[in-house]
């Protein structure tokens, strides 16, 4: 009987499952040339599981989902298709699926190039965060990355930090700021183009990545598509032209499979003055498959970038020469040279392991990247600033004297920075032979030459559709070597290597007069290493999915000084204390489906991470100093979100929360302050941060030859804390008895809670139309609109000292709450509004595609203020009061403008 019984339940349970499960089939194929695509990917409202095609083109699924549902159907450089069908059960075959070329893919070489970082001051690095988002078919993140990123928009206000880039599985984030160096592969955008991105905190296979997202690029030779692509590009952005060649053999018979590319980009100059533009890349790779679930790669990456960089400039300076104007170079024998290049050449070296089976994944790899990231800029020792916009060159200085406005002085620097608004190259070369020997000016290079070995394993277990497991480790060691090198004695014979304000020694070891070539000023080692594993479980079901993941990484780095500073003969030369981090990382989700075609999800993350190497050492240029108490981030951040997926209708609208606690900042500058004058280091630590906000993504396609769209975000990021402030002067230029043994200064706290973030435009929102038009030919526009952007506050005002009188050491009479508050009160940038163009035409010419892609940025040429900061020369509030009278201030805000008109074509032939 209990034989029978089971035997019956067993029938029936299999009865009922084959009647709960659909089976959907079709084959897909190239539109024009019906060539099957390979790999095309294959999902039933975006979070099932993914299936991909044959080498044929075709699919075939089982689904045990109901109802109405959406399939999609996408491939890499093809527009996706989406389907409503109905499962009840039945077979579907969609037959023959052709699938459109992308020529919005051309997007990405589009892409701004120069962010933010590019222009700032020597401390920075440039945020990959555009870049990160740019394979994205989302929305809001493709509006952000193409559009908002003009004016430096920052999703969410998080920089590129806050995500993880890999090729081939390998995490490529720096130590020294924890962000990707895109140059590194800049140019390469046929062989990136196979990116995989997973958005905010969704599971990424290969990493327990970030918060802003976390982006794969996938460099096997077999996942490219095979045969040649060349194309030419011309824009006036950063580069004016470009020339890119590309071949693909495709998987052969033999199991080999192999790609080349190479590009050149220049510009004699930019659309800002003197920034010259020249870098070229290489790519290549081969791949054996051993057989049908292993293969092996090896991959080298070369890519060189130089080029001019610009400054952030004054209002006074703007009104005077535009926004175009850079006061970095100067003519010298009739061709521009600009005195702040930057040079980047740090090539990669791959070697990668893949197995692919049906249930599991299991990606291996090792890189050695080495070579040299070198900022040039002249220095000055005892001779006048060589800097055209140099405060007493300029008309303010006059109008602000100590005695009174000098209008006619005034006029006179006004017109005589108009007539020589550049750097004088013959003076310097003069001053220097007059000085018969030492140099007074020298060109030289701040040099980074970095040494790092990245190991990575991950595995992912499918055991089946309902579940799977995955588990990694990386471990990534670095040894940085810092130093200036002088690049170009401009005349003189020798530069004596001496500290120009105090008279001492930078290398007391070593020869105090350095010529061409060599070290000087500083020279130190960071030995870094970091050891990362974490593991995830996913689990999905009819109705909902969810997923949990954790981590834990442990951190070192150590500094090493080569130079003894007579400074700092105590701690200068040899080795520091080592500083480790042990940190942890949980992170889940959780998607309820109301129907195949509206779903919520909530994620939430409590992560831990150490300090970048940059906020470790005080000044590790010239010592071994620890920031004192220093400690680990902490990161909270809770999103909710709903998804609608309709064959006319898809998109997203999120709610976020993000709470950065202890984090950890040092600034360099020239401070007057209510306790004495001098170049200081400003350690800011227990600085809390919080981001929180809505942001959406529509698009509605009325037909299959017009689609519109609507995104925006609506944020506020403001500082959560007040944070302790701590400096140190350099020359002893404080009282003695304010300084602590180390030379440091406790300033107490800032008073920054509830001030703004510079973080780009907190509000934004655009529009956007296309159409396409079945004769290969396609046209889009966006208007956008971006509001409530912040300039960087400096902290130091914000502290006691500021309301001190250096000549009394008093607190300053008329510092009153109300005028301070005015004094100090945050002034947001200009509201900007900017239109867009985007077109394309393509051709099918005997099997051979050819394309062609124009965009037209800002067309109507506004020019707008897209970040800035405040200067905190004036660092107590009687100088900046007196400063602020004339309404032209010798230390106002420096802002960075925008382009105005901009363009880029592209041409492209393959085949």
């Not at 499952?17 to 790999?39: A, C, D, F, M």
């Not at 598509?225 to 950063?238: A, F, K």
């Not at 920075?417 to 000016?441: C, D, K, L, V």
Request: proline share 3%.
């Amino acid at each position: 009987m209990r034989t029978v019984l089971f035997w019956t339940v067993l029938c029936c349970t299999t009865i009922l499952y084959g009647q709960s499960t659909s089976i959907i089939s079709g084959n897909v194929l190239e539109k024009g040339v019906l060539r099957p695509i390979k790999n095309a990917s294959i999902a039933i409202n975006g979070f099932s599981e993914v299936h991909l095609t044959n080498e044929e083109g075709e699919f075939h699924i089982e689904t045990d989902q109901r109802g109405e549902q959406v399939l999609e159907i996408s491939s890499l450089g093809f527009n996706p298709k989406r389907f409503a069908i109905f499962l009840e059960g039945n077979p579907i075959d969609l037959g023959q699926i052709y699938l459109e070329k992308d020529l919005a893919q051309e997007k990405t070489d589009n892409l701004i190039t120069l962010t933010e970082g590019d222009f700032l001051d020597d401390g920075e690095a440039v945020s990959g965060a555009l870049g990160l988002l740019q394979s994205t078919r989302d929305i809001f993140l493709n509006r952000a990355a193409f559009d908002f990123g003009q004016a430096f928009f920052k999703v969410r206000g998080f920089d590129s930090r806050n995500g993880t880039v890999l090729l081939n599985g390998i995490p490529m984030n720096k130590f020294f700021d924890g962000r990707p160096q895109w140059n590194n592969w800049g140019g390469l955008n046929d062989v990136v183009r196979n990116q995989e991105f997973t958005q905010g905190l969704s599971l990424n296979p290969y990493t327990f990545g970030g918060i802003l997202g976390n982006t794969n690029m996938d460099m096997r030779p077999s996942g490219l598509r095979p045969g040649v692509r060349l194309s030419s590009s011309t824009s006036n952005r950063t580069y004016r032209g470009r020339l890119m060649a590309t071949y693909s053999s495709g998987l052969r018979a033999n199991g080999l499979a192999y790609t080349f590319s190479a590009s050149r980009r220049w510009a004699q100059e930019g659309y800002v003055e003197g920034t010259l533009y020249d870098a070229y890349s290489f790519f290549g790779s081969l791949e054996y498959s051993l057989n049908t679930e292993n293969g092996l790669m090896l991959t080298a990456v070369f890519a060189r970038n130089r080029r001019g960089r610009s400054a952030a400039i004054t209002e006074e300076v703007f009104d005077l020469m535009g926004n175009r104007y850079n006061p970095y170079w100067g003519e010298q024998e009739g061709k521009v040279r600009n005195s702040r290049e930057r040079e980047i050449f740090e090539p990669i070296f791959m070697l990668n392991h893949f197995l692919r089976s049906k249930k599991f994944n299991w990606t291996t790899g090792i890189a050695y990247q080495f070579g040299n990231n070198a900022r040039s800029r002249v220095g000055y020792f005892n001779t006048p600033n060589p800097d055209p916009t140099y405060y007493r060159y300029l008309p303010s200085y006059h109008i602000n004297g100590s005695i009174g406005a000098d209008f006619v002085n005034a006029n006179l620097a006004r017109e005589g920075f108009i007539n020589n608004p550049q750097i004088q190259w013959q003076e310097i070369y003069s001053a220097n032979t007059a000085n018969n020997g030492p140099a007074g000016y020298l060109l030289y290079d701040d040099v980074a030459q970095d040494n790092q070995i990245t190991g990575s394993s991950t595995l992912v277990f499918k055991p089946n559709e309902k579940m799977n497991f995955g588990a990694g480790v990386n471990f990534r060691t670095t040894t940085s070597e810092n130093f200036a090198r002088i690049n170009d004695l401009l005349g003189a014979d020798f530069h004596q290597d001496m500290d120009a304000f105090s008279g001492t020694f930078n290398d007391i070891n070593g020869n105090l007069e350095k010529t061409a070539g060599e070290k000087f000023s500083y020279h130190y080692l960071l030995d870094a290493s970091q050891l990362e594993a974490f593991g995830q479980v996913e689990f999905k079901s009819r109705k909902w999915s969810g997923f949990t993941s954790a981590s834990f990484s442990n951190f070192g780095v150590q500094r090493e000084g080569l130079f003894a500073n007579e400074r700092f003969l105590e701690n200068s030369f040899g080795t520091s204390e080592k500083v480790s981090f042990s940190s942890l990382g949980l992170k889940g989700g959780f998607t309820y489906f109301l129907s195949g075609r509206h779903w919520f999800t909530v994620n939430g993350a409590k992560l831990e991470r150490p300090p970048t190497l940059q906020n470790v050492f005080i000044n590790p240029r010239e010592n071994n100093e620890i920031v004192s108490d220093i400690q680990k981030e902490t990161i909270t951040t809770l999103d909710l979100n709903y998804f609608v997926r309709l064959p006319d209708i898809t998109g997203r609208i999120s709610a976020f929360y993000t709470r950065f606690q202890n984090t950890t900042d040092i600034n360099f500058f020239f401070v007057d302050s209510g306790l004495g004058s001098d170049f200081v280091q400003e350690v800011i630590t227990g600085l809390d941060k919080l981001h929180k906000g809505i942001e959406f993504g529509l698009e509605y396609q009325p037909s299959s030859s017009v689609k519109l769209s609507a995104a925006g975000n609506f944020g506020q990021y403001v500082y959560a804390s007040d944070p302790s402030v701590q400096i140190n002067f350099d020359t002893a230029g404080a009282e003695e008895d304010l300084i602590d043994p180390q030379g440091n200064i406790d300033l107490g706290i800032a008073q920054l809670k509830d001030l703004k973030l510079a973080q780009g435009p907190q509000t934004a929102l655009s529009i956007g139309v296309e159409y396409r038009s079945p004769k290969y030919w396609w046209v889009g526009a966006t208007t956008n609109y971006l509001a409530d952007n912040q300039i960087n506050l400096a902290t130091i005002t914000r502290t006691r000292s500021f309301l001190l009188d250096p000549e009394t050491g008093k607190h300053f009479p008329d510092a009153t709450e109300e005028a301070v508050t005015k004094l100090l009160k945050q002034q947001p940038l200009e509201d900007i509004y900017l239109l867009n163009l985007i077109g394309g035409k393509s051709w099918l010419v005997q099997k051979k595609y050819i394309s062609a892609f124009l965009s037209v940025n800002n067309l109507f040429n506004t020019v707008f203020k897209s970040g800035g900061y405040e200067q905190s020369r004036n660092g107590n509030f009687g100088q900046l009061q007196q400063d602020n009278l004339s309404g032209s201030p010798l230390f106002g805000p420096k802002y960075w403008y925008s382009y105005g008109r901009t363009y880029f074509l592209n041409l492209a032939i393959s085949f």
